[in-house]
């Protein structure tokens, strides 16, 4: 198999792995603990890989965060690194690799490691839910930047099982929406479903502002993420999923590429359109244009 190239998407078929079910101590421990409530659904805009490392207003609200949560038995994340275009795919490994896809950082930031174990029974589990496309297993992909900067600081004894699905990008929205919906039932297994990425998300038109910052510097990354804030208090999801009609010509802008936004699409579909309240927990922008805005669905 090729190696993936810088935007992380994997071309190829995808081998199968034959693995035994709780092969690893930390998945044994967890499956043992009894469910007492339906994990909640969370959405992280991660922006920059350089919060793995800074002390910012992000990076501590992120520390705080876990002590709200219960804990999970695993946690399943859809990262917006990880690509495949023509297939979904599921990592199945007893020990994720941590992957540092990124270039020009310093040093300190590639030394760092999440050696979390993988949960390939509930990965299984996962690929077992889903309906709507055949999911692969895998063992050639491992735990991206756009989840181990943002575990790291919420969970960062790094003993909860965590295993990724991929997002095949030749799939429109409401694909994504749809798999999030079929992911919802490992939420009464004890799984914590997030997605990484960021709402307004576009490279070419970041400034260089240092640290966070409350608003946009543009109009533009302001008036969509304003747009999803208002549709999420609402849970106008059909809003949502048709993001490309949402705050009229800035969701072009702003959404330049759906790479960062598919994943929000995944947690909104995951969670209960019905009256499951969603929560921005986090909000504000990096590098001027980067919402960083982050939700919680459920108690």
Request: one cysteine or more; proline letters at 7%.
């Amino acid at each position: 198999m090729s190696k993936m190239h810088r935007r992380h998407v994997l071309r190829t078929a995808l081998p199968l792995a034959a693995l035994g079910a709780l092969s690893t101590l930390a998945e044994v421990a967890a499956a043992a603990e009894p469910v007492t409530r339906r994990m909640p659904v969370l959405f992280i805009g991660h922006g920059s890989p350089m919060n793995a490392i800074q002390d910012n207003a992000f990076s501590r609200f992120l520390r705080g965060w876990s002590a709200q949560l219960p804990r999970p038995k695993a946690i399943l994340v859809v990262s917006a690194h990880w690509l495949t275009p023509g297939v979904t795919a599921v990592g199945v490994q007893e020990r994720p690799k941590t992957i540092h896809d990124f270039g020009g950082f310093p040093q300190p930031l590639f030394d760092m490691q999440y050696p979390a174990p993988g949960s390939p029974a509930l990965a299984r589990e996962a690929m077992a839910v889903v309906k709507r496309a055949k999911v692969q297993p895998t063992q050639e992909w491992g735990l991206d930047h756009g989840t181990w900067t943002v575990l790291h600081h919420v969970y960062p004894a790094a003993d909860i099982p965590v295993f990724q699905l991929s997002i095949d990008y030749d799939k429109p929205a409401a694909f994504h929406h749809a798999v999030g919906r079929e992911l919802a039932a490992l939420r009464d297994k004890g799984v914590l479903i997030v997605g990484s990425g960021n709402v307004v998300h576009n490279l070419r038109a970041t400034d260089r502002i240092e640290g966070l910052s409350p608003t946009a510097s543009r109009p533009w990354a302001q008036a969509f993420d304003d747009a999803v804030k208002q549709a999420l208090a609402t849970r106008n999801d059909f809003g949502l999923v048709n993001y490309t009609r949402l705050a009229g010509d800035a969701a072009a802008t702003a959404v330049q590429t759906p790479d960062h936004y598919y994943p929000f699409l995944y947690a909104l579909g995951a969670s209960d359109a019905a009256g499951e309240k969603a929560v921005s927990v986090f909000e504000g922008f990096q590098a001027g244009t980067l919402s960083m805005r982050c939700v919680q669905f459920g108690a």
